[in-house]
């Protein structure tokens, strides 16, 4: 088990941040070389927990293939509101993808389909 947390449990992103570690602000936030959860925002990511658009950008890329190659599983928040996160869950990446037809399948859902550099695939554990 990731965590002893109840699914819907609302928390801040700083009561993540403190109970799992990593920044408050990225939405795989990284300690001691090892993703700490996943924050994502359903606005952003419609199909998430399961699927995750990964942006452009050094770090999130970074992170999503960091989680795929740890094997990690980490407990997983969509976010309702202003930086307030429900707990939906404990997941495992099984994929993570740059290719250019994954992406262009998966993109077309973001609100900036043109930002998204990768595709995540999460597995529900518990």
């Not at 403190?18 to 795989?28: A, E, H, K, T, Y």
């Not at 997941?91 to 399948?105: C, G, I, L, M, P």
């Amino acid at each position: 088990m990731c965590t002893n947390l109840s699914p819907g449990t609302i928390l801040s992103a700083q009561e993540i941040a403190d109970l799992f570690g990593g920044n408050p602000v990225p939405f795989l936030p990284t300690s001691g070389g090892r993703v700490t959860c996943g924050r994502f925002d359903p606005d952003l990511n419609p199909q998430a927990p399961t699927v995750v658009l990964v942006g452009r950008g050094t770090q999130r890329q970074r992170n999503a293939r960091l989680l795929t190659d740890v094997g990690n599983t980490i407990p997983v928040f969509l976010r309702q509101g202003n930086m307030q996160f429900r707990f939906v869950g404990c997941f495992k990446a099984t994929r993570y993808s740059e290719d250019s037809v994954t992406v262009k399948n998966n993109a077309h859902l973001a609100p900036n389909p043109t930002d998204i550099a990768g595709v995540l695939y999460l597995k529900r554990i518990s």
